[in-house]
C-alpha cells in the first residue's frame, strides 16, 4: 500500500517520501488507518517491520503545533531505544513544525529540563526519567491525547511496570493508547485489558530468522578456552563488522579490554556506561570506527544497525528469545550474516531450546587452532602490503627513510628485510598477549532441553567435520543460503479470550531488511 492512500496530511506525506519510503510495512498498513480513527492499538511486532513509523505518523499527524504543549508521549525501555525513535519522529515531524524531545536517564536532567521548557509536542522518554521530570514538575502530561508503549514487554522484563502504572496515571483517560510488544505475555494483556479501551490487534510474525540469510553456527568450548577460540575465530573469519554478546557488564567490559588488547578496534556498550559515551560508541560503530561492538542483551536491544556481518554470542543466551534478537543483528539489508554461539559442554540443553524455537538447527563448528589463525593474519598482512605499495600517499611516506634504506640494504638481504617486516606485521596467534576473562558460572543444565540436546549433540560431532572442510577448502562463503521455513510462534495467544474488551487481531508477517539501501 503506497503512503499516500494512508489520509496522512500532506507535509507527514512529504517527509515520507524524503525518508525513502516507498510503501508502508504491513504493520503500518494495518496500525495506521485504525490510528488515524482514533482507536487504542495493540501492535505485535519488533524492530525492524517499521513499528516507529506506524505509531509515530498518525500521531505527528494529530498533532496540532499552535498548541505548544505536550501532546503525545511515548514510554520506551532503555535510552538508546528513546533516542533512535525521537530522532524517527523528529524526521516525520520537521517538516510540520513538531518539537520531540527526548529524556533518558544517565544524562544531564537540567539540560532535558530546558529542552523541555523550550517547548515539546512529543515527549519520549524511559519510565525511570520521566518519573523524576513528572516529580519535579518539569513534565505536564494534562494535555497528552495520545500514549504510546513501545516494546512494552522489553519494559516488564526490566521492572518497569510500576513506574509505568505511575506514569500512565498522569495521563488523561480520554486519550489513545498505542501499544507495541514484541510478544505478548499475560502482562502485556493486563495491560491491555487496565488502560486501554476496545484496543484492536494488529500482528505480525517475527520472521527475523527464516527472512535473514544467516548461517548459523556454534561451538562446544570449554569456559576458559572460550577466548583464545572467539578470537582465532576472528583472525580466521575476519568480520567486517561485528557484535559480541556478553552476558554481564562485567563481561562486557572484560571482553572489550581483551579484544583491544589483541588489536582489534572493539568498544563495549551496557547499561553502566555514562550516556554520551554509549551513543559515542553506537555512532562510532555505525560510522565504521570500530569494528566490534561488545554488548549485553539490554544494551543491544532495538538498535538500528546495519551491515554487521557477524554476531559472536560469547555466552549463549539463557532465553531462547534473546538468541533470535542477537541473529537478527546480522543478515540485514540482502547481505549474508554469520553468527556463532559458544557453548560450554554443560549448557548444550540450551543449544536444544534455541533450536526448538527457531526451528533451525546450528552446524557444530570446530574451533580454528593458533596455525590456522596465523596463517588467516598472514594472508591479510601480505595483501595489506601489496595494496599499500599501490598507495601513493603511502609511498610518499617513503621518502624521508631514504637514507636509512639505502644503509639496510647493504647490511641486510632483501629476504633478511622482508622477514622482518612480516615479523613486526603479522602478530604470532601463539604469542599473543594472555587474557584472563573471569570465570562466570556457565548456566545451570537444563533437563528440559538437556533430554534433546544430548541426541542432538551425536549429529553435531559429525557435522563438526563439515564446516571445518569448508573452511580448508576456503569455500565457507559459498555456503547455500537456508531457507527453512518454519512456523514461528506456537505461543500465539488469542487475546479475545483475555480481553473483556471486544477486540480484532489481524495479522502478517514483515520485516523490513533494506534499510538505507531502498
Ligand atoms: P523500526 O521497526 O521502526 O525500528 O524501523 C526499522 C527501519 O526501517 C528504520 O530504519 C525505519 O526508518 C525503516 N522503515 C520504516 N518504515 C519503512 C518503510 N515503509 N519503508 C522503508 N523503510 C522503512
Given at each position: 500500500m503506497k503512503f499516500t492512500e494512508l489520509n496522512l496530511s500532506e507535509n507527514i506525506q512529504a517527509a515520507v517520501v524524503t525518508a525513502g519510503f516507498e510503501k508502508a510495512s504491513p504493520i503500518q498498513e494495518l496500525t495506521i488507518p485504525l490510528a488515524l480513527e482514533g482507536k487504542d492499538v495493540i501492535g505485535q511486532a519488533q524492530t525492524g517491520t517499521g513499528k516507529t513509523a506506524a505509531f509515530g505518523l498518525p500521531t505527528l499527524n494529530k498533532i496540532s503545533t499552535d498548541r505548544n504543549v505536550i501532546q503525545a508521549l511515548v514510554i520506551a525501555p532503555t535510552r538508546e531505544l528513546a533516542v533512535q525513535s525521537q530522532e524517527e519522529l523528529f524526521r516525520f515531524g520537521r517538516d510540520k513544525g513538531v518539537k520531540v524531545r527526548s529524556v533518558y536517564g544517565g544524562s544531564s536532567i537540567e539540560k532535558q529540563i530546558k529542552a523541555l521548557k523550550s517547548g515539546a509536542h512529543v515527549v519520549v522518554g524511559t519510565p525511570g526519567r520521566l518519573l523524576d521530570l513528572i516529580k519535579r514538575k518539569a513534565l505536564k502530561l494534562d494535555n497528552v491525547e495520545t500514549l504510546i508503549l513501545d516494546e512494552a514487554d522489553e519494559m516488564l522484563n526490566m521492572g518497569f511496570l510500576e513506574d509505568i502504572e505511575a506514569i500512565i496515571s498522569r495521563v488523561p483517560e480520554n486519550r489513545q493508547t498505542l501499544l507495541f510488544s514484541a510478544t505478548m505475555p499475560d502482562a502485556i494483556k493486563r495491560i491491555g485489558v487496565k488502560f486501554m479501551r476496545e484496543p484492536e490487534h494488529v500482528r505480525i510474525e517475527a520472521k527475523e530468522l527464516t527472512n535473514v540469510n544467516v548461517d548459523q553456527y556454534y561451538v562446544r568450548v570449554k569456559e576458559h578456552e572460550k577466548f583464545d577460540t572467539m578470537t582465532r575465530l576472528m583472525d580466521v573469519d575476519q568480520p567486517e563488522l561485528s557484535i559480541v554478546f556478553g552476558r554481564t557488564k562485567r563481561r562486557v567490559d572484560e571482553l572489550t579490554r581483551g579484544l583491544k588488547l589483541r588489536g582489534f578496534r572493539a568498544e563495549g556498550i551496557h547499561g553502566d556506561l555514562d550516556q554520551n559515551k554509549r551513543l559515542r560508541v553506537i555512532r562510532d560503530f555505525k560510522n565504521d570506527q570500530i569494528d566490534i561492538l561488545v554488548a549485553t542483551d539490554v544494551a543491544a536491544r532495538g538498535l538500528d544497525i546495519s551491515g554487521v556481518t557477524h554476531v559472536y554470542n560469547y555466552d549463549i543466551p539463557q532465553d531462547p528469545e534473546s538468541y533470535v534478537h542477537r541473529i537478527g543483528r546480522t543478515g540485514r539489508a540482502g547481505k549474508s550474516g554469520e553468527s556463532i554461539t559458544f557453548v560450554s559442554p554443560n549448557e548444550m540443553g540450551y543449544l536444544s531450546m534455541i533450536e526448538k524455537l527457531t526451528k533451525k538447527a546450528m552446524k557444530g563448528l570446530k574451533p580454528a587452532t593458533a596455525e590456522e589463525a596465523f596463517q588467516a593474519k598472514k594472508k591479510v598482512a601480505l595483501k595489506k602490503i601489496e595494496r599499500d605499495f599501490k598507495d601513493e600517499s603511502i609511498r610518499a611516506n617513503f621518502e624521508k627513510f631514504k637514507g636509512d634504506a639505502i644503509q639496510l640494504a647493504q647490511e641486510f638481504t632483501p629476504e633478511e628485510l622482508a622477514l622482518y617486516v612480516l615479523s613486526l606485521t603479522v602478530q604470532d596467534p601463539e604469542s599473543m598477549p594472555a587474557v584472563e576473562i573471569a570465570r562466570e558460572k556457565p548456566l545451570p543444565f537444563k533437563p528440559s532441553g538437556g533430554g534433546k540436546g544430548k541426541g542432538a549433540r551425536g549429529n553435531r560431532d559429525r557435522n563438526r567435520g563439515g564446516r571445518d572442510n569448508d573452511r580448508r577448502r576456503g569455500g565457507r562463503r559459498d555456503f547455500k543460503r537456508r531457507d527453512d521455513k518454519f512456523k514461528k510462534?506456537?505461543?500465539?495467544?488469542?487475546n479475545k479470550k483475555s480481553h473483556k474488551n471486544t477486540s480484532s487481531e489481524k495479522k502478517t508477517g514483515f520485516v523490513i531488511r533494506n534499510k538505507g539501501e531502498r
Open positions: 510462534d506456537n505461543r500465539r495467544q488469542d
